[in-house]
Protein backbone atom coordinates (compact mmCIF):
# COMPACT_ATOMS: atom_id res chain seq x y z
CA UNK A 1 0.00 0.00 0.00
CA UNK A 2 1.27 3.10 -0.79
CA UNK A 3 2.12 5.66 2.49
CA UNK A 4 2.66 9.12 1.17
CA UNK A 5 2.88 12.45 3.73
CA UNK A 6 2.17 15.54 3.22
CA UNK A 7 5.76 18.24 3.90
CA UNK A 8 5.19 21.31 4.87
CA UNK A 9 7.61 24.33 5.33
CA UNK A 10 5.56 27.58 6.49
CA UNK A 11 7.53 30.56 6.42
CA UNK A 12 6.52 34.15 7.76
CA UNK A 13 4.77 34.40 4.17
CA UNK A 14 5.18 31.32 2.25
CA UNK A 15 4.01 28.02 2.44
CA UNK A 16 6.37 25.09 0.71
CA UNK A 17 4.62 21.96 0.55
CA UNK A 18 5.24 18.71 -1.28
CA UNK A 19 3.85 14.87 -1.12
CA UNK A 20 6.58 12.19 -0.37
CA UNK A 21 5.91 8.96 -1.30
CA UNK A 22 7.72 7.60 1.92
CA UNK A 23 9.32 4.48 0.24
CA UNK A 24 10.84 6.30 -2.80
CA UNK A 25 11.37 10.13 -1.74
CA UNK A 26 9.93 10.71 -5.01
CA UNK A 27 8.11 14.76 -4.47
CA UNK A 28 4.91 13.24 -6.35
CA UNK A 29 3.21 16.97 -6.31
CA UNK A 30 5.19 19.90 -5.06
CA UNK A 31 4.35 23.87 -4.71
CA UNK A 32 4.68 27.35 -3.15
CA UNK A 33 1.64 29.54 -1.63
CA UNK A 34 3.86 32.92 -1.96
CA UNK A 35 3.49 36.88 -1.04
CA UNK A 36 1.19 35.80 1.33
CA UNK A 37 -0.25 38.39 3.27
CA UNK A 38 -0.19 41.12 0.42
CA UNK A 39 -1.99 41.24 -2.82
CA UNK A 40 0.40 39.09 -5.03
CA UNK A 41 -0.29 36.32 -3.14
CA UNK A 42 -0.27 33.08 -5.17
CA UNK A 43 0.01 29.53 -4.81
CA UNK A 44 1.99 27.33 -7.95
CA UNK A 45 2.24 23.71 -8.06
CA UNK A 46 3.98 20.81 -10.23
CA UNK A 47 2.27 17.54 -10.93
CA UNK A 48 3.77 14.95 -13.04
CA UNK A 49 6.01 17.58 -14.23
CA UNK A 50 2.91 19.56 -15.27
CA UNK A 51 3.30 23.01 -13.59
CA UNK A 52 -0.38 24.74 -12.41
CA UNK A 53 -1.96 27.43 -10.66
CA UNK A 54 -4.21 27.19 -7.14
CA UNK A 55 -7.05 29.05 -6.41
CA UNK A 56 -5.87 32.26 -3.61
CA UNK A 57 -7.84 35.29 -3.21
CA UNK A 58 -5.48 37.96 -3.14
CA UNK A 59 -3.50 38.79 0.44
CA UNK A 60 -4.41 35.00 1.84
CA UNK A 61 -3.10 34.17 4.66
CA UNK A 62 -1.76 31.12 6.25
CA UNK A 63 -5.14 29.05 6.91
CA UNK A 64 -6.39 30.72 3.08
CA UNK A 65 -3.44 29.27 1.51
CA UNK A 66 -3.71 26.05 3.68
CA UNK A 67 -7.44 25.67 2.79
CA UNK A 68 -6.16 26.34 -1.23
CA UNK A 69 -3.84 23.31 -0.64
CA UNK A 70 -6.84 21.03 0.28
CA UNK A 71 -8.71 22.01 -3.11
CA UNK A 72 -5.93 21.35 -5.18
CA UNK A 73 -5.45 18.19 -3.76
CA UNK A 74 -8.87 17.02 -3.84
CA UNK A 75 -8.26 16.85 -7.69
CA UNK A 76 -5.85 13.76 -7.08
CA UNK A 77 -7.70 11.52 -5.12
CA UNK A 78 -4.92 8.97 -5.77
CA UNK A 79 -2.82 11.15 -3.80
CA UNK A 80 -5.06 12.43 -1.35
CA UNK A 81 -6.49 8.55 -0.12
CA UNK A 82 -2.82 7.51 0.61
CA UNK A 83 -1.49 10.00 2.67
CA UNK A 84 -0.26 9.25 6.53
CA UNK A 85 0.56 12.09 7.77
CA UNK A 86 1.76 15.89 7.78
CA UNK A 87 5.63 16.59 8.11
CA UNK A 88 6.16 19.96 9.50
CA UNK A 89 9.71 21.35 9.13
CA UNK A 90 10.43 23.54 12.63
CA UNK A 91 13.53 25.11 12.55
CA UNK A 92 14.17 25.83 16.06
CA UNK A 93 14.03 23.15 18.41
CA UNK A 94 15.93 24.54 21.18
CA UNK A 95 17.54 21.92 23.78
CA UNK A 96 13.94 20.42 24.44
CA UNK A 97 13.20 18.31 20.78
CA UNK A 98 16.18 15.90 20.21
CA UNK A 99 14.22 13.91 17.50
CA UNK A 100 11.17 14.52 15.74
CA UNK A 101 7.60 14.40 17.57
CA UNK A 102 4.22 14.19 16.98
CA UNK A 103 2.60 17.45 17.81
CA UNK A 104 0.32 17.81 20.79
CA UNK A 105 -0.57 21.13 22.78
CA UNK A 106 2.73 20.51 24.93
CA UNK A 107 4.57 20.09 22.01
CA UNK A 108 3.15 23.73 20.73
CA UNK A 109 3.54 25.19 23.73
CA UNK A 110 7.33 23.99 23.65
CA UNK A 111 7.60 25.38 20.09
CA UNK A 112 6.18 28.25 21.38
CA UNK A 113 9.07 28.92 24.30
CA UNK A 114 11.67 28.96 21.74
CA UNK A 115 10.30 31.51 19.18
CA UNK A 116 12.19 34.40 20.51
CA UNK A 117 15.79 32.56 19.35
CA UNK A 118 13.81 31.85 16.18
CA UNK A 119 11.75 35.00 15.77
CA UNK A 120 11.82 34.82 11.94
CA UNK A 121 11.31 31.05 11.48
CA UNK A 122 9.45 29.38 14.76
CA UNK A 123 6.13 31.68 15.36
CA UNK A 124 5.57 30.93 11.30
CA UNK A 125 6.04 27.36 11.84
CA UNK A 126 3.59 27.46 14.15
CA UNK A 127 1.02 29.35 12.49
CA UNK A 128 1.66 26.77 10.13
CA UNK A 129 0.93 23.58 12.14
CA UNK A 130 -2.46 25.68 13.86
CA UNK A 131 -3.57 26.01 10.07
CA UNK A 132 -2.75 23.05 8.69
CA UNK A 133 -4.11 20.96 11.59
CA UNK A 134 -7.48 22.97 11.03
CA UNK A 135 -6.90 22.05 7.56
CA UNK A 136 -6.16 18.23 8.21
CA UNK A 137 -7.76 16.78 11.18
CA UNK A 138 -7.89 13.69 10.20
CA UNK A 139 -4.19 13.31 10.14
CA UNK A 140 -1.55 12.98 13.02
CA UNK A 141 0.73 15.92 12.55
CA UNK A 142 4.76 15.24 13.07
CA UNK A 143 7.59 17.93 13.93
CA UNK A 144 10.84 17.60 12.47
CA UNK A 145 13.52 20.04 13.93
CA UNK A 146 16.58 21.39 12.05
CA UNK A 147 18.27 21.44 15.34
CA UNK A 148 17.35 17.89 16.54
CA UNK A 149 20.42 16.56 14.50
CA UNK A 150 22.99 18.38 16.21
CA UNK A 151 21.84 17.62 19.90
CA UNK A 152 24.68 14.47 19.97
CA UNK A 153 27.35 17.74 20.40
CA UNK A 154 29.61 17.61 23.10
CA UNK A 155 29.35 20.45 25.38
CA UNK A 156 33.16 21.82 24.89
CA UNK A 157 31.66 21.98 20.80
CA UNK A 158 27.87 23.65 21.51
CA UNK A 159 29.12 26.33 24.39
CA UNK A 160 30.38 29.23 23.32
CA UNK A 161 32.82 30.87 25.86
CA UNK A 162 30.75 33.46 27.80
CA UNK A 163 29.69 33.52 31.38
CA UNK A 164 28.25 30.35 32.01
CA UNK A 165 24.89 31.66 33.32
CA UNK A 166 24.09 33.03 29.86
CA UNK A 167 23.49 29.16 28.76
CA UNK A 168 21.69 28.23 31.59
CA UNK A 169 19.33 30.89 32.07
CA UNK A 170 18.86 32.10 28.37
CA UNK A 171 19.96 29.01 26.66
CA UNK A 172 22.84 30.89 24.73
CA UNK A 173 24.84 28.38 22.95
CA UNK A 174 25.70 26.92 19.46
CA UNK A 175 22.36 24.89 17.73
CA UNK A 176 23.37 24.19 14.77
CA UNK A 177 20.58 23.88 11.87
CA UNK A 178 19.97 22.33 8.23
CA UNK A 179 20.15 18.95 10.05
CA UNK A 180 17.70 16.95 8.00
CA UNK A 181 20.39 17.73 5.31
CA UNK A 182 23.12 17.10 6.54
CA UNK A 183 21.52 13.22 8.61
CA UNK A 184 20.01 12.24 5.21
CA UNK A 185 23.75 13.19 3.30
CA UNK A 186 25.53 11.57 5.97
CA UNK A 187 23.61 8.30 5.83
CA UNK A 188 23.66 7.89 1.82
CA UNK A 189 27.38 8.49 2.18
CA UNK A 190 27.29 5.51 4.67
CA UNK A 191 25.18 3.50 2.17
CA UNK A 192 27.97 4.36 -0.80
CA UNK A 193 30.72 3.79 1.29
CA UNK A 194 28.84 0.08 2.57
CA UNK A 195 29.67 0.54 5.88
CA UNK A 196 27.38 0.75 9.03
CA UNK A 197 26.34 4.77 9.42
CA UNK A 198 27.93 4.42 13.24
CA UNK A 199 31.16 3.55 11.64
CA UNK A 200 31.56 5.97 9.52
CA UNK A 201 33.75 9.34 10.35
CA UNK A 202 32.34 12.68 7.96
CA UNK A 203 32.50 15.56 6.66
CA UNK A 204 29.28 16.94 5.54
CA UNK A 205 28.90 20.44 3.46
CA UNK A 206 25.44 21.83 2.66
CA UNK A 207 26.09 24.69 0.52
CA UNK A 208 22.81 26.68 -0.56
CA UNK A 209 22.30 30.27 -0.01
CA UNK A 210 22.54 29.17 3.55
CA UNK A 211 25.70 27.31 4.17
CA UNK A 212 26.66 25.02 7.10
CA UNK A 213 29.40 22.31 7.50
CA UNK A 214 29.30 19.09 10.17
CA UNK A 215 31.56 16.66 12.00
CA UNK A 216 30.48 14.01 12.25
CA UNK A 217 32.11 11.08 14.38
CA UNK A 218 30.86 7.53 14.58
CA UNK A 219 27.53 8.46 12.96
CA UNK A 220 26.88 11.24 15.46
CA UNK A 221 26.87 15.39 14.79
CA UNK A 222 30.13 16.31 16.93
CA UNK A 223 30.13 19.80 15.43
CA UNK A 224 28.45 22.35 13.08
CA UNK A 225 30.07 25.15 11.58
CA UNK A 226 26.21 27.76 12.27
CA UNK A 227 25.36 28.83 15.79
CA UNK A 228 22.56 30.40 18.16
CA UNK A 229 21.64 31.46 14.76
CA UNK A 230 21.82 30.78 11.31
CA UNK A 231 24.72 33.58 11.12
CA UNK A 232 28.09 31.84 11.65
CA UNK A 233 30.73 29.84 9.79
CA UNK A 234 30.89 29.89 6.27
CA UNK A 235 30.38 32.21 3.88
CA UNK A 236 27.03 32.37 2.34
CA UNK A 237 24.74 33.91 -0.57
CA UNK A 238 23.72 36.87 2.22
CA UNK A 239 25.27 36.20 5.13
CA UNK A 240 28.90 36.79 6.75
CA UNK A 241 29.37 33.63 8.75
CA UNK A 242 32.05 34.35 11.21
CA UNK A 243 33.17 37.82 12.53
CA UNK A 244 34.74 39.56 14.98
CA UNK A 245 32.69 39.95 17.56
CA UNK A 246 33.63 43.20 18.44
CA UNK A 247 32.16 44.60 14.86
CA UNK A 248 28.54 44.77 15.94
CA UNK A 249 29.24 47.18 18.85
CA UNK A 250 31.78 48.80 16.74
CA UNK A 251 29.35 49.63 13.55
CA UNK A 252 26.84 50.78 16.21
CA UNK A 253 29.12 53.00 18.35
CA UNK A 254 31.19 54.70 16.41
CA UNK A 255 29.20 54.44 12.85
CA UNK A 256 26.49 54.83 14.00
CA UNK A 257 24.27 51.82 12.90
CA UNK A 258 21.45 50.66 14.59
CA UNK A 259 21.18 47.44 16.17
CA UNK A 260 18.56 46.38 13.49
CA UNK A 261 20.43 47.68 10.74
CA UNK A 262 23.93 45.72 11.87
CA UNK A 263 21.28 42.38 11.75
CA UNK A 264 20.25 43.47 8.31
CA UNK A 265 24.30 44.39 7.26
CA UNK A 266 24.89 40.70 8.30
CA UNK A 267 22.22 38.47 7.49
CA UNK A 268 21.23 40.61 3.96
CA UNK A 269 23.74 42.33 2.72
CA UNK A 270 27.02 40.55 3.30
CA UNK A 271 28.84 36.79 2.09
CA UNK A 272 28.96 37.02 -1.52
CA UNK A 273 26.67 39.62 -2.45
CA UNK A 274 28.27 41.96 -0.13
CA UNK A 275 32.35 41.31 -1.01
CA UNK A 276 30.97 40.87 -4.86
CA UNK A 277 28.35 43.91 -4.43
CA UNK A 278 27.08 41.88 -7.85
CA UNK A 279 25.25 38.94 -6.28
CA UNK A 280 24.41 36.69 -4.19
CA UNK A 281 23.85 33.78 -6.63
CA UNK A 282 27.42 31.38 -6.93
CA UNK A 283 26.18 30.56 -10.74
CA UNK A 284 26.06 34.00 -11.45
CA UNK A 285 29.43 34.98 -9.62
CA UNK A 286 31.10 32.10 -11.11
CA UNK A 287 30.02 33.55 -15.00
CA UNK A 288 31.33 36.87 -14.14
CA UNK A 289 34.54 35.75 -12.95
CA UNK A 290 34.94 34.36 -16.37
CA UNK A 291 34.63 37.31 -17.96
CA UNK A 292 37.53 38.67 -15.60
CA UNK A 293 35.08 40.53 -12.75
CA UNK A 294 37.51 40.52 -9.71
CA UNK A 295 35.18 41.57 -7.14
CA UNK A 296 33.33 37.73 -8.06
CA UNK A 297 36.65 36.17 -7.78
CA UNK A 298 37.32 37.85 -4.55
CA UNK A 299 33.85 36.61 -3.39
CA UNK A 300 34.58 32.83 -4.44
CA UNK A 301 38.26 32.83 -3.05
CA UNK A 302 36.76 33.66 0.31
CA UNK A 303 34.23 31.40 0.10
CA UNK A 304 36.14 28.43 -0.74
CA UNK A 305 38.78 29.31 2.00
CA UNK A 306 36.64 29.82 4.38
CA UNK A 307 35.07 26.24 3.67
CA UNK A 308 38.54 24.60 3.23
CA UNK A 309 39.86 26.40 6.70
CA UNK A 310 36.73 24.49 8.69
CA UNK A 311 37.04 21.47 6.52
CA UNK A 312 40.72 21.27 7.88
CA UNK A 313 39.62 21.84 11.28
CA UNK A 314 37.03 19.17 11.39
CA UNK A 315 39.79 16.81 9.97
CA UNK A 316 41.23 17.28 13.12
CA UNK A 317 37.64 16.75 14.95
CA UNK A 318 36.44 13.63 13.29
CA UNK A 319 39.62 11.64 13.54
CA UNK A 320 40.68 9.12 10.39
CA UNK A 321 37.75 10.22 7.75
CA UNK A 322 35.77 8.01 5.52
CA UNK A 323 34.13 10.51 3.33
CA UNK A 324 33.87 14.07 2.49
CA UNK A 325 30.18 15.11 1.29
CA UNK A 326 28.97 17.98 -0.71
CA UNK A 327 25.66 18.78 -0.83
CA UNK A 328 23.03 22.09 -1.61
CA UNK A 329 22.31 24.10 -4.81
CA UNK A 330 26.68 25.06 -5.04
CA UNK A 331 27.74 21.80 -3.18
CA UNK A 332 25.69 19.50 -5.83
CA UNK A 333 25.92 21.45 -9.11
CA UNK A 334 29.24 23.51 -8.38
CA UNK A 335 31.67 21.91 -10.65
CA UNK A 336 34.24 24.80 -9.78
CA UNK A 337 33.77 25.39 -5.76
CA UNK A 338 34.09 21.57 -5.11
CA UNK A 339 37.57 20.94 -7.83
CA UNK A 340 38.76 25.05 -5.52
CA UNK A 341 38.25 23.93 -2.59
CA UNK A 342 39.85 19.84 -3.70
CA UNK A 343 43.21 21.46 -4.91
CA UNK A 344 43.72 23.96 -1.96
CA UNK A 345 43.61 20.30 0.20
CA UNK A 346 45.63 18.29 -1.65
CA UNK A 347 48.33 18.26 0.71
CA UNK A 348 45.74 17.06 3.22
CA UNK A 349 44.99 13.40 1.10
CA UNK A 350 42.46 14.91 -1.16
CA UNK A 351 42.06 14.60 -5.04
CA UNK A 352 39.29 15.19 -7.62
CA UNK A 353 38.61 13.38 -10.28
CA UNK A 354 37.75 15.94 -12.93
CA UNK A 355 35.29 13.39 -15.45
CA UNK A 356 33.29 12.66 -12.39
CA UNK A 357 33.39 16.18 -10.89
CA UNK A 358 31.96 17.62 -14.19
CA UNK A 359 29.42 14.83 -14.36
CA UNK A 360 28.25 15.32 -10.98
CA UNK A 361 25.02 18.02 -11.32
CA UNK A 362 21.29 18.42 -11.63
CA UNK A 363 20.44 15.88 -8.77
CA UNK A 364 23.42 13.06 -9.72
CA UNK A 365 25.19 11.77 -6.42
CA UNK A 366 28.24 10.17 -6.20
CA UNK A 367 32.27 9.74 -6.03
CA UNK A 368 34.20 12.55 -7.36
CA UNK A 369 37.60 12.15 -6.18
CA UNK A 370 40.08 9.65 -7.74
CA UNK A 371 40.28 5.91 -5.69
CA UNK A 372 43.41 6.99 -3.97
CA UNK A 373 42.17 10.05 -2.43
CA UNK A 374 40.17 10.26 1.00
CA UNK A 375 36.40 9.63 -0.69
CA UNK A 376 34.64 12.91 -1.89
CA UNK A 377 30.98 12.08 -2.76
CA UNK A 378 28.23 14.91 -4.16
CA UNK A 379 25.33 13.97 -3.01
CA UNK A 380 21.73 15.57 -3.81
CA UNK A 381 19.95 16.38 -0.63
CA UNK A 382 16.31 15.72 0.07
CA UNK A 383 14.84 17.01 3.19
CA UNK A 384 12.02 16.36 2.49
CA UNK A 385 12.14 13.05 2.58
CA UNK A 386 13.64 12.90 5.88
CA UNK A 387 10.45 15.04 7.17
CA UNK A 388 7.95 12.23 5.46
CA UNK A 389 10.20 9.28 6.92
CA UNK A 390 10.00 10.85 10.43
CA UNK A 391 6.19 11.69 10.19
CA UNK A 392 5.90 8.28 9.87
CA UNK A 393 8.05 6.89 12.06
CA UNK A 394 6.81 9.45 14.88
CA UNK A 395 3.26 8.68 13.96
CA UNK A 396 3.47 5.15 14.27
CA UNK A 397 5.27 5.38 17.66
CA UNK A 398 1.76 6.10 19.58
P1 LIG B 1 18.57 27.37 -0.50
O1 LIG B 1 19.58 27.44 0.59
O2 LIG B 1 17.80 28.65 -0.66
O3 LIG B 1 17.73 26.11 -0.51
P2 LIG B 1 19.90 26.17 -2.78
O4 LIG B 1 20.33 24.96 -2.02
O5 LIG B 1 18.91 26.00 -3.87
O6 LIG B 1 19.43 27.34 -1.84
O7 LIG B 1 21.24 26.80 -3.41
C1 LIG B 1 21.24 28.00 -4.11
C2 LIG B 1 22.65 28.26 -4.60
O8 LIG B 1 23.06 27.20 -5.47
C3 LIG B 1 22.81 29.56 -5.39
O9 LIG B 1 23.97 30.24 -4.97
C4 LIG B 1 22.98 29.06 -6.83
O10 LIG B 1 23.74 29.93 -7.61
C5 LIG B 1 23.74 27.78 -6.58
N1 LIG B 1 23.70 26.92 -7.77
C6 LIG B 1 22.66 26.25 -8.30
N2 LIG B 1 23.04 25.64 -9.47
C7 LIG B 1 24.34 25.96 -9.67
C8 LIG B 1 25.32 25.65 -10.67
N3 LIG B 1 25.00 24.89 -11.73
N4 LIG B 1 26.55 26.14 -10.54
C9 LIG B 1 26.89 26.91 -9.48
N5 LIG B 1 26.02 27.23 -8.49
C10 LIG B 1 24.78 26.77 -8.59
Known amino acids: ?21 VASGDALLQGLAENLGNQSSQLRYTHAQQKAQGALSAAANHQDALNAIVDVLQQFPELNQALVAVGHRVVHGGETFTHSTLINAEVKQAIQKTAHMAPLHNPANLAGIESAQAAFPNLPHVAVFDTAFFQTMPKHAYLYALPYDLYTKHGIRRYGFHGSSHYFVAHQAAHLLHKDIHQC ?33 LVMGTRCGDIDPSLPSFLI ?5 TSQQVTDLLNK ?13 CRALEEEQAKGNRHAKLALDMFVYRLVKYIGAYLAVVGPLDALVFTGGIGENSAYIRSQTL ?16 QMRFGRSGLISVATSHPVYAIATNEEWV ?9 NKT
Do not use: W
Open 343 to 358: IQLSHLGFEIDKLRNQ
Open 269 to 281: QSGLLGISELSND
Open 1 to 21: MNQYVLVLNCGSSSIKFAIID
Open 387 to 395: IAQDALQYT
Open 201 to 233: NLITAHLGNGCSIAAIKAGRAVDTSLGFTPLEG
Open 253 to 257: DQLGY
